[in-house]
């Protein structure tokens, strides 16, 4: 029954997709976009020339993201961060907040341009894993290293292996061993990170735009546009959950001072990376001076009265943008 209940809900969505897409040719979701009211933050990861999906589900082809921004120029009111958590909002308009998550050197490389040419307001939120010596992270590296990688090794004393879908499996317990690794702090990730196995799988490779962090220069030079604003997303990209509460403050201090440091501004917005916190966490980032907190989706009921906290929408690369833009203002992916 729940596999005819997934199968039904799978062409169901793609029938509504696809009569959204030939309403757009006929021109019937013009009026929708014009009289759409309300707001939201959207979050984007990477942006590539080729073959947006072939490591992951994050990323963007630049002509999609271009068009992305030339339609929200013509039918929505595109804020800032500061804006949107001033309620700096258009009446006419509906509102448009664009972020991106992950501090990728094709940020730099490809939407900075985009922003000075359209002069769109766009806020980063950026690791500091380049502080701690490394240009990747961790779960990058991961995807990586199963796309290139051996079909199997040895670490913690197990085996994993790939199964039908390229991922490492422990052999051991049957768990994925990036779902090992996220219950972990960063010195076990590290470690899979020097495995000269994985590392040279893919390390001589020319797909740089795929997990290539950006610079502490290129992290100046993009702070230096008054487009730009920067946030936090983690010490290491862990999970800040799964931390103990005073490892997931440091990692806070220390991410902030690592970006305050560099672009010499105030930095008080911080993204958890995978969405994922607790009330402790929250905490915690308010004590450090953290004053905007977002997240994909709220893990608690009062979160929505947190005049700090807000939740973004996750861009879908497998949609059309005429979809994409229907589901930005619905709040929701059908």
Partial sequence: ?????????????RLNYLWNDLSSLARLNQHRFQKAKGARIAVYHGICRADHTRFN???LQFKTFEAHLRFYKNYFHIISLDDYYNQRFSKERFNICITFDDGFANNYKYVLPLMNKYHIPVTFFITA????GYDILWNDFLVMAQKYGPSQFEFWNDQFYKDKHGR?????NGQSLRDLLQATDFYKKAELMRLSELKTSFEHKDEEDYWLQMTEDEIKML?????VTIGCHGYYHNDLSRLSVNSAKDEMIGSKRYLENITGKEINALAFPYGNYSAEVVAAAKAVGFTRLLTTDFRFPKDQDDPTMRERLTINPYISINNQMISI???RYI
């Avoid at 029954?1 to 969505?13: E, Q």
């Avoid at 894993?129 to 701690?132: E, F, L, M, P």
């Avoid at 702070?223 to 487009?227: K, M, V």
């Fill in 1 to 13: 029954m729940n596999t005819l209940r997934k199968i039904s809900s799978f062409f169901l969505r």
């Fill in 223 to 227: 702070s230096a546009s008054p487009f």
């Fill in 168 to 172: 490492y499996i422990s052999k051991q």
């Fill in 129 to 132: 894993t380049r502080n701690a």
């Fill in 329 to 331: 203002i619905n709040g």
């Fill in 57 to 59: 589900s994050i990323f």
